[in-house]
Nanobody
């Protein structure tokens, strides 16, 4: 049984940093993409960052230069370092695994497994 558990969310002032972790277990094909997604109240879910087993990464334009995704296969952990946080980064953040698809953008792939989410709130 696959499980993904996010942690590290919280409240932070604009300009601050947070690091999200996603610990996963079960039979996940790690060479597919794993990613972070977020959903703000009243908005659609959007892809934030994704990484595959070869280390290829992709970021949403809105977070480029501020967020860094990484993967620790030894610890079965997906990380998202978020710096220079902005008010519009406030959202529920979700970890997802086994992303694949025919589109060119991994942030638009279909992901087989999802975590329950961790809340990130950025205040002024």
């Amino acid at each position: 049984q696959v499980q993904l558990v996010e942690s590290g969310g919280g409240s932070v002032q604009a300009g601050g940093s947070l690091r999200l972790s996603c610990t996963y277990s079960g039979p996940i094909y790690k060479y597919y993409y794993m990613g972070w997604f977020r959903q703000a109240p009243g908005k659609e879910r959007e892809g934030v960052a994704a990484i595959n087993g070869d280390g290829d990464v992709v970021y949403a334009d809105s977070v480029k230069g501020r967020f860094t995704i990484s993967q620790d296969n030894a610890e079965n952990t997906l990380l998202l370092q978020m710096d220079s946080l902005q008010l519009n980064d406030t959202a529920m953040y979700y970890c997802a695994a086994e992303g694949a698809g025919r589109t060119k953008n991994p942030l638009r792939f279909e992901y087989n497994y999802w975590g329950q989410g961790t809340q990130v709130t950025v205040s002024s």
